[in-house]
């Protein structure tokens, strides 16, 4: 095992490829420089992963497991009410999802299908669950799933809009929208 090897995990590689996927798109995830970010030759990288596709795939199975499902059962495990879990997807989306990972990946689903696949499963996974959280606070199938695609579409908007808020700081908006959803 090459020595650098020892010193980055398989997942350091992974997380390291969605913060550079994040902050420069997917056109500039790389072995080389992202070796150089991680202060290690590519042969750690190579010890890890068969070349790029490989760890271009392992980031995205990566980013459903840990984007969606580990954030579902984090909340279902809490033990609370429908709302409460409802403010809690936005608060465990905001600290791990983040507002620069979730543009990136869909732009790069634009020019791939299998990554287009993927953002298809987890949106519907996640907008089920939300359908679920809503349906039980108002009983409503067809507001339930209204509620939802605001909510969703709010989570997804709020990062990519320029719009200043009006009378509201910027770091209260989105409580507030989520708050206003839920009565």
């Known amino acids: 095992m090459p020595k650098d090897a020892k010193a980055l995990t398989r997942d350091d ?7 550079r996927l994040a902050a420069r798109g997917i056109d500039k995830v790389s072995v080389a420089p992202l070796a150089r970010e ?3 030759t590519k042969g750690s990288f190579y010890w890890h992963f068969k070349d790029r596709q490989a ?3 392992a980031m995205l199975k990566h980013w459903e497991e840990f984007g969606t499902r580990q954030i579902i059962q984090r909340i279902e495990a809490s033990g609370r009410s429908a709302s409460e879990r409802l403010v809690m997807v936005v608060e465990l989306a905001i600290e791990h999802i983040g507002g620069r990972l979730e543009p990136a990946l869909r732009d790069w689903g634009r020019r ?3 990554v287009w696949r993927a953002l298809r499963r987890v949106d519907n996974e996640r907008m089920k669950y939300l359908y679920d959280q809503f349906l039980t606070l108002c009983g409503d199938p067809s507001e339930a799933e209204a509620r939802s695609w605001l909510f969703y579409s709010l ?3 709020i990062h990519v809009l320029a719009a200043a808020p009006i009378n509201i700081k910027r770091d209260q908006l989105l409580a507030r929208c989520v708050d206003v959803l839920i009565r």
């Open 13 to 19: 590689w992974i997380n390291g490829g969605l913060r």
């Open 38 to 40: 991680l202060g290690v």
């Open 55 to 57: 760890l271009l795939g």
């Open 112 to 114: 791939d299908k299998a």
């Open 155 to 157: 989570l997804g908007g």
